[in-house]
């Protein structure tokens, strides 16, 4: 039995949009927390060590705590791009709706947020002053980005109801409780 042309097209289009997520993962995120990191731990000659004293070693605890978060706030993100958006987490290939579900519910930026966390534990993880340095320089760029570009250009394409989800869920500090999306 042949395949339908329509499940030949659903089949197409599912195996195109899996391509362009992987590829947007693989530019933008894997970069910051993998390759911008291996390059900062080469040159600087960071090894990943067990901390030989209490402090340290609570530290790098600490540090896997953290990359735990920052992966599954990452992961439940880019989930509902997926899910929801219909789109990428690349501006160039951005969600087709407005995204506020899940961890879109308590913060605005929570895929950065996930990033943030995972390079801030790589820093605590490797007791490393230069990826605690690059960590602090992505968190500084998004906070400028993100208010002049990210969300002009998400309130013309979103209107009102981006605006109102402004109104209610805060960029870069969560609430405790989610938002609804009743006022």
Not at 18 to 24: E, G, K, Q, T, V
Not at 92 to 110: A, C, Q
Not at 121 to 149: Q, R, T, V, Y
Request: with cysteine; aromatic share 10%; proline share 8%.
């Amino acid at each position: 039995m042949l395949p339908s042309q329509a499940s030949i097209e659903v089949g197409s289009a599912m195996a195109l949009m899996f391509i362009r997520h992987l590829l947007s993962v693989a530019i933008l995120p894997l970069t910051m927390t993998v390759l911008i990191p291996w390059w900062i731990a080469r040159n600087a000659g960071t090894i990943l060590q067990l901390g030989v004293d209490p402090l340290s070693i609570v530290i790098q605890c600490a540090g896997v705590v953290t990359l735990a978060v920052g992966l599954l706030l990452f992961a439940s993100s880019l989930r509902q791009f997926v899910v929801r958006g219909r789109g990428t987490l690349a501006p160039w290939d951005p969600p087709k709706h407005l995204v506020i579900e899940g961890p879109y519910r308590y913060v605005r930026n929570p895929m950065i947020s996930g990033v943030v966390f995972i390079l801030f534990g790589e820093a605590m993880l490797l007791l490393s002053p230069s990826h605690l340095a690059w960590a602090s320089l992505f968190l500084l760029l998004n906070l400028i980005f993100i208010p002049l570009l990210e969300e002009p250009e998400l309130e013309s394409r979103f209107g009102e109801s981006y605006r109102e989800y402004c109104r209610h869920v805060s960029r870069i500090v969560p609430r405790l409780r989610p938002w609804t999306g009743v006022s």
